[in-house]
């Protein structure tokens, strides 16, 4: 491995000691920090200065450790986020300001940012904003929306962490000092140096047929090369899907791909003959094929069927109906129609898919990122043929999943080449792979008509939506489903028609992505609604207050709440910023002729849970008998917080601190499965079973002590000690036999939320409950170049209990610009825009300040009355900014991104 | 398949009189256009060469060794010329890139939104070449870049130095950068200007370029000869002005926007080098 040419090995001090190494040739810093200097806290994100994630200070400066030749260190100082933590007490002093402000979310992007923010710390002690974002403008985030980043840097005060923890509480993660010191291990973190590599072999074409030569003699003629995988090597099933109707996408393409970057082989061999392996070599015969990559050619007569049964490619539709929209349409004062169009979106989370998976004992065991480690196991299972005693699925640190991680990606190939080879084997998908190979968000083509009567009542809803779900269903149906549920906005309209049509091209599969449609459907809605409110007349937040849905009113379901619909007060709360912020903008106009300024508001609503079908979680929970609480936290946390909100949820329950719970991850061969981390749920869903095995464990200890409900606990070395109005009891636990798991109490509940079918017009209780969002953006256009710069947002959200109101921002700032970067300049294009100079995701210069209004209208189901999140985030602010721009310009943009491009043409063809 | 990082410049020559050898300075070009499986090559890194990291300010022009990296020029004392340079320097991806790019490497590279081409033209600059068979040769930058991708470095030269005339006293310059986003973003459009006025205020040295409209960028000769005797705000961006532009329609924008837009670009530039704002 290491050639002893001593004329090649370079000497350079790593975090104040000396180290030396014999690189490759062109080998990179970032590649000789993690896997021969154990450096593993040096994140890679993309591997071409895109993102930041790699940065190091090389004598002081910070550089991307991935476009640095290692050869070029000689000499210098290199320091990385774990050296700095541990020798520079300015950057431990800088991680508590990041975990006071919750400035990690994942944490992928952590070390990059807190490097970078060492460096301009060092120059300045006190930078302004604009020093920060000039320093870390250089380092992507997916999470946070960066503003609690830019409050962390400069120091701005936070929060102080309430040491009882309790719901309700400001608290910092539980788990966020391990992401400020570097050692949280993601996925690509597992793996031993030395690890056989796997090459996946992927279509170059979006379709075509292909031949395989004689791969077993090029594996045994290649030095290093071990193995091969073909679809002839899967054991079980070469089928895998999220839904159990709609499972069509194999492991390996078989005969012909769907979508360039499927995947048909893969290749395992020591790390340096995968390296030298050029995929060109691989004995594969391509023929390209007639190509539908979008949904108009796939419809047509021309078009191959890609899933056979699926007429016109035409994979599901949706359906919702009540009153009557035609007629309600005919007899309204004025009505509104529009078309509607976005492109494929990216998740863009900053750790591209990896993972580890070795045999033990006879059994497969996978380390990957995920958001449902039990439905990779299920996956598994069908693919491997065994069943899931054979198996065991380790999540590791997720950095950044936003629905993309709900679909395995690549653990079949880490499973099948560990089974195959009997030796542990690892995989890392570059950026481009990732890009291409995993689920985007459906590009939408959207038709919409609305009608108001002379009042402003809505009279008339008449929508149809036609997203592009790629080659592959994966959470197509669901998109499909959700869409007619949600597409009116929460808001009561007693006449509606929605249709959806989920169509098949050969394009990436879409899948999962925050919102699953209904960001897409806003868009359409919330700026007609603005047009229906200026051909009446009428104030559109004025409008939006008038026809907001309230308790005991139905939805378009005919699902009727009779509470916790806080729609009303989220838009009534944004009255005081509408009023102030349109003042400000028309001043502004007043005395500039080239930079517009505009204010929009947008409003969405999103049901929490699986749509009218089963979605329990379970939360086990028990006491050790040293006294430690642990909890078993099987809602996968992928940087929104969960670790942190279910334990404060358990602790309230249990009645101690949440700082002093134990928390147990979620590998399937010790924690109960909590269900996907999807659907904005975990709050909701498994917060609610963490209540349950909370109290049900209190109770337990309650009753074998004999003492009060209200009884005061306390956890101690070996001993319980309660307090009531009886006094003080103590209970030594070494006097009690410890179960399988350890535990002297233990408690393991269920929550499975309240839902009923929908009837063939979509009518019934789809969710137990809904979360509720409205936001006001002020932007302001450049009106000759057409750029957007957004100069503030105001969100309010109704939660129902703010678990922990330092995540709930945390969630708001980055839902916020995740919408921001669709509304204005993301899309995917397959084959142009691979990667993250191509593909453009906001950065630290592009989201301003964001107020949260945190509104709590308790539900009656959730616990301590919470409300989902996650996802409701990034309904509104597409369609907000898209109102914003209109009131700037009164260019109004139907198809985003709203690129400056765009929009400049938008606005010469008003003529003006 | 080795790697060199030679000290002197004789030595990194002989280095690169060799065959198939790649030249690497940052290196932020270099990673990114790594293939799965390429071969192992010989590099010349000539970061380390102490000719090449030198600036030296002459009486008739200033010299940058080609190892300067971008932040190296960013905390340069120049002249309020170079400042349409230094403003292009920090548009240049991001901080970690500008630590580890350099000028030349820009120039080699040659892309046609490259920041640091326009402010360059719009300076005159030269480029230094050197190869150990024939020695040393300038050339003008114009002639330098041939086309996307396509210099005229020879297969056993290295670029060793950008030299720049003294720009006429008392002008100033700007740089006008147009992306979709802030920070690490490849340019839709940019402008670059160094005017100088006379006493009363009219226009009496004007250099315009432009980069991402065409294969190479190009400086905007009829413009800059219209300029010539007005004051700032009575220059007019015409078509007519943009004759040496061939934009391309791709992911960033269009070609019909990039030519409105810089016509906007370009009378933004030209005032905001004379101070207006």
């Known amino acids: 491995m290491n050639k002893l040419d001593l004329k090649s090995g370079t000497r350079f001090k790593l975090n104040g000691a000396s180290v030396d190494v014999f690189p490759e040739v062109g080998e990179r810093l970032s590649e000789t920090l993690r896997e021969r200097l154990d450096c593993r806290d040096v994140k890679i994100g993309c591997d071409a200065g895109d993102c930041g994630a790699c940065t190091v200070l090389m004598d002081g400066a910070p550089v991307c450790a991935c476009l640095t030749p290692t050869h070029q260190a000689a000499d210098a100082h290199v320091e990385t986020l774990a050296g700095l933590h541990k020798n520079d007490p300015m950057t431990a002093r800088l991680a508590q300001q990041f975990e006071d402000h919750g400035a990690a979310q994942c944490g992928i992007c952590t070390p990059g940012m807190m490097v970078s923010a060492t460096a301009l710390l060092r120059e300045k002690t006190t930078p302004t904003e604009a020093e920060v974002q000039d320093a870390l403008g250089g380092v992507l985030c997916r999470c946070t929306g960066y503003r609690k980043i830019i409050d962390a840097v400069m120091a701005r005060p936070g929060l102080t962490d309430d040491p009882k923890g309790q719901v309700g509480s400001f608290i910092r993660r539980l788990d966020g000092a391990q992401k400020t010191s570097g050692q949280e291990l993601f996925s690509d973190d597992i793996a031993p140096p030395g690890t056989l590599e796997i090459l996946v072999i992927r279509s170059p074409f979006p379709r075509a047929a292909f031949v395989f030569g004689d791969i077993d003699t090029f594996i045994s003629d290649a030095d290093g090369l071990e193995a091969s995988l073909t679809a002839a090597d899967i054991p079980g099933r070469n089928a895998f899907g999220v839904i159990p109707q709609f499972v069509d996408q194999p492991v390996f393409a078989e005969g012909e791909t769907r979508f360039r970057g499927e995947a048909v082989a893969a290749v395992i061999g020591t790390p340096e003959a995968i390296k030298a392996l050029d995929p060109a070599d691989i004995p594969v015969t391509w023929t390209e094929l007639p190509a539908a990559t979008d949904i108009h050619t796939a419809q047509s007569d021309e078009a191959a069927i890609l899933h056979e049964g699926r007429d016109r490619n035409v994979m599901c539709g949706g359906f919702v109906q009540c009153g009557n929209a035609e007629d309600a349409l005919d007899k309204a004062a004025v009505t509104v129609e529009g078309h509607f169009t976005s492109g494929f979106v990216e998740h863009a989370y900053i750790e591209p898919e990896a993972g580890f998976a070795r045999m033990v004992d006879g059994r497969v065991e996978v380390y990957a990122g995920t958001q449902a480690p039990v439905m990779d196991l299920e996956a598994l299972e069908i693919i491997l043929g065994c069943t899931r005693e054979k198996i065991r699925v380790v999540p590791t640190g997720v950095g950044g999943g936003f629905g993309s991680k709900l679909d395995i990606s690549l653990q079949p190939f880490l499973a099948l080449a560990a089974m195959k080879t009997g030796k542990p084997v690892r995989l890392t998908y570059t950026r481009t792979e990732s890009m291409q190979s995993t689920t985007k968000r459906h590009p939408s083509d959207i038709h919409l008509k609305i009608g108001a009567d002379a009042s402003g009542k809505i009279s008339g809803f008449s929508f149809f939506g036609a997203f592009d779900t790629g080659a592959y269903a994966s959470w197509g149906p669901t998109v499909a489903n959700r869409v007619p549920v949600h597409a009116s906005g929460p808001y009561r309209i007693t006449d509606y028609l929605a249709r959806s049509q989920g169509i098949h091209t050969n394009n990436p599969p879409a899948g999962a992505f925050r919102g699953f449609g209904v960001p897409q459907s806003a868009i359409a809605q919330e700026s007609l609604f603005d047009a229906l409110a200026e051909k009446l007349g009428m104030d559109p937040l004025a409008f939006r207050i008038e026809n907001a849905l309230q308790d005991n009113v139905p939805t378009v379901c005919g699902q009727v709440f009779s509470q916790g619909v806080g729609i009303r007060e989220c838009l009534k709360s944004l009255q005081p910023a509408w009023a102030a912020e349109r003042k400000a903008a028309e001043a502004f106009n007043s005395k500039n002729d080239v930079l517009k300024r505009g204010v929009g508001i947008a409003a969405g609503w999103y049901g929490c849970g699986n749509t009218s079908l089963p979605n329990p979680s379970t939360i086990k929970s028990g006491i050790r008998p040293d006294g430690r609480v642990v909890l078993h936290q099987g809602a996968m946390d992928i940087g929104q917080g969960a670790n942190t909100v279910i334990a404060q949820i358990f602790a309230t329950a249990l009645g101690v601190a949440a700082q002093s719970v134990l928390l147990v991850g979620a590998d399937t061969d010790v924690t109960p499965d909590a269900g996907k981390t999807s659907a904005s749920r975990q709050t909701y869903v498994s917060g609610a079973a963490a209540k349950l095995s909370g109290a049900a464990l209190r109770a337990r200890i309650l009753e074998r002590m004999n003492i009060a409900d209200d009884a005061e606990l306390r956890f101690e070395d070996g001993v319980i000690t309660a307090s009531d109005a009886g006094g003080t009891h103590r209970l030594d636990l070494a006097g009690l036999d410890p179960d399988q798991d350890g535990f002297v109490f233990r408690a393991e509940e269920t929550y499975d939320p309240p839902t009923k079918p929908l009837d063939e017009n979509g009518q019934g209780s789809p969710y137990a409950q809904f979360g509720y969002a409205a936001h006001l953006a002020v932007v302001e256009v450049d009106t000759r170049l057409g750029t957007v710069k957004a100069q503030k947002f105001v969100a309010a959200h109704d939660v129902g209990k703010a678990i922990n109101p330092m995540l709930v921002e945390g969630q708001v700032q980055g839902g916020i610009a995740q919408g921001l970067g669709m509304a204005l300049m993301e899309e995917y294009i397959p084959g142009r825009t691979e990667n993250l100079h191509d593909y453009l995701i906001p950065t630290i210069g592009d989201i301003p300040p964001i107020e949260t209004i945190i509104i709590e209208d308790p539900d009656e189901h959730g616990p301590y009355g919470a409300k989902g999140l996650g996802e409701h985030v990034l309904i509104p602010t597409a369609p907000a900014l898209l109102n914003a721009i209109y009131a700037a310009t009164e260019a109004r943009i139907t198809s985003v991104p709203a690129t400056p491009s765009r929009v400049r043409a938008a606005i010469k063809a008003l003529g003006t | 398949m080795s790697y060199h990082r030679p000290t002197d410049l004789a030595h990194a020559l002989e280095i690169a009189s060799q065959p198939a050898r790649t030249i690497l300075a940052g290196g932020t070009d270099y990673f990114p256009a790594k293939r799965q499986g390429q071969q192992a090559e010989t590099v010349l890194d000539v970061t380390a060469i102490s000719e090449l990291k030198s600036l030296t300010k002459g009486p008739e022009a200033i010299r940058f060794g080609a190892a300067l990296r971008w932040s ?26 500008q630590n580890a790019a350099t000028m030349a490497g820009n120039l080699c590279n040659a892309s046609p939104a490259a920041d640091g081409v326009p402010p360059l033209l719009a300076l005159d600059a030269q480029v230094e070449l050197a190869s150990a068979a024939r020695g040393i040769r300038t050339l003008p930058l ?48 940019m402008v670059a200007a160094i005017i100088r006025q006379n006493a009363d205020g009219r226009i009496d040295d004007a250099r315009i370029a432009v980069g991402s409209c065409s294969a190479v960028a190009q400086r905007l000769r009829v413009l800059e000869a219209d300029c010539l005797g007005k004051h700032p705000d009575q220059v007019a961006v015409k078509p007519d002005h943009l004759s040496e532009l061939t934009p391309i329609d791709d992911v960033r924008g269009s070609a019909a926007y990039r030519l409105d837009a810089v016509t906007e670009l370009c009378g933004r530039a030209i005032r905001k080098a004379c101070g207006d704002e």
Not at chain 2, 148 to 174: H, N, Y
């Open chain 2, 142 to 189: 114009s002639d330098f870049l041939k086309g996307v991708r396509q210099t005229a470095l020879g297969p056993d030269e290295l670029l060793t130095a950008i030299i720049v005339p003294t720009p006429p006293a008392g002008a100033g310059s700007s740089f006008e950068k147009l992306g979709s986003r802030d920070y690490l973003v490849i340019s839709i459009a």
């Open chain 2, 72 to 97: 190296d020029i960013i905390r340069a004392d120049l002249p309020a010329a170079f400042d349409t340079l230094k403003k292009a320097g920090r548009q240049v991806g991001s901080v970690q890139i």
